[in-house]
Structures are given as structure tokens and as C-alpha cells.
């Protein structure tokens, strides 16, 4: 079984991403009646695959040891990420996971979908997450491959949005 790619296992867990790294956080508000829903959504994968990601998962729901293929892309263009749940949440005020890179996975770091609800009640998506260029694609993009990552981020939370407006 190969290992993770990377140090600072479960980082974003606690939120304190290690220096050095590209950093990654980007929140959007959800309706306040969503919480299930928007949960749901981000274990089951449901949201990555609404956000036209090709998610290929070993268990029907994130789990610590849950390992996740994404694909990015179409046919041969299709940039494969290999992936494995490090940590999961699902209780009264969060839910959600988060995922390490495997060997194979173009960067090397951790990424975090998590919906909360704060003591106010308001219901909360946030993508977190710390990584560096592991191969050529990703070193080639430069900076173009970072502000891939805040796009991807927005697009999962507007994703997220239209998902619970349909429920």
C-alpha cells in the first residue's frame, strides 16, 4: 500500500497548515437549512461529481483509509489524482473530511470539504488546503496552477450552493 506523499498528516484538520506550502482557504455561506444536505453531499461524493469531477472511491462515503482516484479532463487529457482519506467529521457542527496525495497525484499536500454551523446557526462550506507541484503538469503551470486551485475551490462552493437549492 503506498504511502502519503507528503508530512503534516492531518493539518487540516486543526486548521494550522505548515508554512512553506501554497495555502488554500476559501469559505462560502449555505443556506441555513442545508446542513444535512450539504453534508451528505461531501461525503458521498456527490459533490465532486456534480462539480464535474470523476471520483473513483474504493467506499461509497469518506473515511479515514478511504482511497479516492479524481479525474480531471476527458479521455487521455484526463489528469488523474490519486488520493486517501487521512481524517472524517460528521457530528451536530461539522461534516466532512479531508484527503492526502498518493504517489502518482500531480501535487503533493492535504485538501479539506468541510460544512459547519457556527453557534449562530449559519451553515458554512469551506475548502482548506496546503500542497506543492509533485510533478511536471504542475510545475509548468506555476502560477496559473494556483489560481487553478482558488478557482477550484469557488466552483465546488457554488456547486455546493446549487445542490442545496435543489433538495
Do not use: K, N
Amino acid at each position: 500500500m503506498p504511502a502519503l506523499t507528503y508530512p503534516h498528516v492531518g493539518a487540516t484538520e486543526t486548521g494550522e497548515l505548515p508554512p512553506g506550502w501554497r495555502h488554500v482557504r476559501h469559505r462560502v455561506r449555505l443556506p441555513d437549512s442545508c446542513f444535512a444536505t450539504a453534508g451528505d453531499a461531501v461525503l458521498g461524493w456527490r459533490l465532486h461529481r456534480a462539480a464535474g469531477i470523476r471520483m473513483d472511491a474504493d467506499a461509497e462515503r469518506a473515511a479515514p483509509g478511504v482511497r479516492v482516484v479524481s479525474g480531471l479532463g476527458v479521455g487521455p487529457l484526463r489528469l488523474a489524482a490519486p488520493c486517501q482519506v487521512v481524517w472524517a467529521v460528521e457530528d451536530g457542527r461539522r461534516v466532512g473530511f479531508g484527503y492526502g496525495t498518493l504517489p502518482g497525484h500531480p501535487a503533493r499536500g492535504e485538501e479539506a470539504f468541510v460544512v459547519s454551523r457556527d453557534a449562530a446557526g449559519h451553515v458554512w462550506f469551506e475548502v482548506l488546503a496546503f500542497s506543492r507541484p509533485d510533478r511536471w503538469v504542475m510545475r509548468a503551470a506555476g502560477p496559473a496552477g494556483r489560481a487553478f486551485q482558488r478557482a477550484y475551490a469557488w466552483w465546488l462552493g457554488r456547486t455546493l450552493r446549487r445542490l442545496c437549492a435543489r433538495r
